[in-house]
């Protein structure tokens, strides 16, 4: 069966690690039949959420930016990529931004297949771990969530380290797996 697969890029960087891992996702998904969309949160209006509560009431959200679009898509999607470089052993403002403003529907976010991309310059694995802790923590929010696979990409700074390693086949491998 053919899946939706969104990919949700907070890589600040076009073309930067993360974002590159994500692309080679997206092949091996599209190369198995998956419908695929990649999201890099860097093209997108999105604003910090306010916590005024006003979404408790029929999950609709005061501000009006791509944030609603967006969620949309996660809702409706079967597999869900989210991807970010580490700062400070922790998510990148963008995914944590992002993921706070999936509060007004995040109950409709159920039942969803879940892959996880961290990079970092730190080769440390244990400490990319941090973030993935942070996906948890955001995931065990949610209704059923299935965690189906982690990439830890170490030890890339530049733009083009990932395309060095082997990171770009194991993402690419986890596309074809969906």
Known sequence: MNKKVLIISASPRKNGNSD????EFKRGAMETGNETEKIFLGDHKIGF???????????????????????????QSDVIVFATPTYFYTMDGQMKTFLDRT????????????????TAWDP??????????EFRGYT???NNPIEKGILLAGGV????DVLKT????????????V
């Open 20 to 23: 590159r891992l994500c692309d």
């Open 49 to 75: 959420c306010h916590g005024c509560g006003f979404c408790a009431n029929g999950g609709v959200c005061v501000q009006k930016d791509d944030m609603k679009e967006i969620l949309e898509k996660m809702i």
């Open 103 to 118: 509060v007004a529907r995040y109950q409709e976010i159920s039942n969803k297949e879940f892959y996880f991309i961290v």
């Open 124 to 133: 440390e694995p244990t400490h990319l771990e941090r973030v993935v802790e």
């Open 140 to 142: 065990d929010c949610l």
């Open 157 to 160: 700074t530049d733009k083009t």
């Open 166 to 177: 082997d990171y770009m086949a194991t993402a690419y491998q986890f596309g074809k797996g």
